[in-house]
Each structure stands twice: as structure tokens, then as C-alpha cells.
């Protein structure tokens, strides 16, 4: 994988993913950004999420689950002081879907968390990670 990040001006930056999307990234205004882009490390919660999102639909798909929704709502606690790193990730996985059985959710994000999504296995070495999810009878 590659990527590539341009210094646009003052704390904003274009970053370039390898397969060609790109994204804008800046900073606070008290930290000479202008609000034009995400932050560096809301791109971290993002990257998670969508991983561990993909990872559970394609699982409950192949568990013949017919699931219709998947919300990932993520909230971090970040260290008081500089690096200002994560102390606590809480994923939180609202599935919505038909007749969806428990035990192929839990089992979806358990498998998630501790064998597909590379991105909670990775950042799981640095800090907690908790998770709790909802199911959602679609109407």
C-alpha cells in the first residue's frame, strides 16, 4: 500500500491514497488551520471503522444474514498531554436487518476485532478497544 500526502498551506493537506482518492486534511484554527478537512486523527477513528464495518457485513453475508444497515459510531479518549495518543476507542455497531440472530452479530464482530480488521488488531496493541453493539429489526 502507498500514500501520499501534499502540504496544501498553513495546517491543510491533500492526502492521496494509493488506489487514487483523495482527501483533504487540516487543522484547528488555533492551531493555524482554516476547518477545510478532517483531522489526522479523526482519519485514524474513520480508518477503523470503516474496517471493522466491512469486515462485519461481508461476515454476516456469508452467515446468510440479511442484514440491511450498519452504523459505526466511534468515540476515542485522547492522552491530556503531547503525543496526544488514544487511551480509549469505543466502537459501537448498530446493525440493522430481518430476523438477524445474535449470536452471528457477536460472532461477526468478534471475528472483526480479533482476526480480520487490521486496523483494530493493530491499534488494540496500543490501547483498549471495547465494543457493544444494537440490533435493529428493519421494517
Same mark, same amino acid.
Given at each position: 500500500?502507498?500514500?501520499?500526502?501534499?502540504?496544501? *498551506?498553513? #495546517?491543510? $493537506?491533500? +492526502?492521496?491514497?494509493? #488506489?487514487?482518492?483523495?482527501?483533504?486534511?487540516?487543522?484547528?484554527?488555533? #492551531?493555524?488551520?482554516?476547518?477545510? /478537512?478532517?483531522?489526522?486523527?479523526?482519519m485514524l477513528l474513520l480508518?477503523? /471503522? +470503516? @474496517?471493522?464495518? $466491512?469486515?462485519?457485513?461481508?461476515?454476516?453475508k456469508k452467515s446468510r444474514?440479511?442484514? %440491511?444497515? @450498519?452504523?459505526? *459510531?466511534? %468515540?476515542?479518549?485522547?492522552?491530556? %498531554?503531547?503525543?496526544?495518543?488514544?487511551?480509549?476507542? &469505543?466502537? &459501537?455497531?448498530?446493525? $440493522?436487518?430481518?430476523?438477524?440472530? *445474535?449470536?452471528?452479530?457477536?460472532?461477526?464482530?468478534?471475528?472483526?476485532?480479533?482476526?480480520?480488521?487490521?486496523?483494530?488488531?493493530?491499534?488494540?496493541?496500543? %490501547?483498549?478497544? #471495547? &465494543?457493544?453493539? *444494537?440490533?435493529?429489526?428493519?421494517?
Amino acid at each position: 500500500m502507498k500514500a501520499r500526502i501534499k502540504w496544501i *498551506e498553513e #495546517s491543510s $493537506f491533500v +492526502g492521496q491514497s494509493g #488506489s487514487g482518492h483523495t482527501v483533504v486534511m487540516d487543522g484547528p484554527p488555533e #492551531s493555524g488551520g482554516r476547518n477545510l /478537512g478532517i483531522r489526522p486523527m479523526e482519519m485514524l477513528l474513520l480508518g477503523i /471503522g +470503516g @474496517c471493522t464495518a $466491512f469486515d462485519v457485513i461481508q461476515i454476516l453475508k456469508k452467515s446468510r444474514q440479511s442484514a %440491511t444497515d @450498519c452504523i459505526v *459510531e466511534i %468515540t476515542a479518549n485522547r492522552a491530556e %498531554t503531547i503525543p496526544r495518543v488514544f487511551t480509549h476507542i &469505543h466502537i &459501537h455497531y448498530k446493525i $440493522f436487518g430481518h430476523s438477524l440472530k *445474535e449470536h452471528h452479530v457477536k460472532r461477526a464482530i468478534m471475528l472483526s476485532s480479533e482476526k480480520y480488521c487490521s486496523a483494530s488488531i493493530m491499534l488494540g496493541k496500543v %490501547t483498549s478497544i #471495547s &465494543h457493544a453493539y *444494537e440490533i435493529i429489526e428493519s421494517s
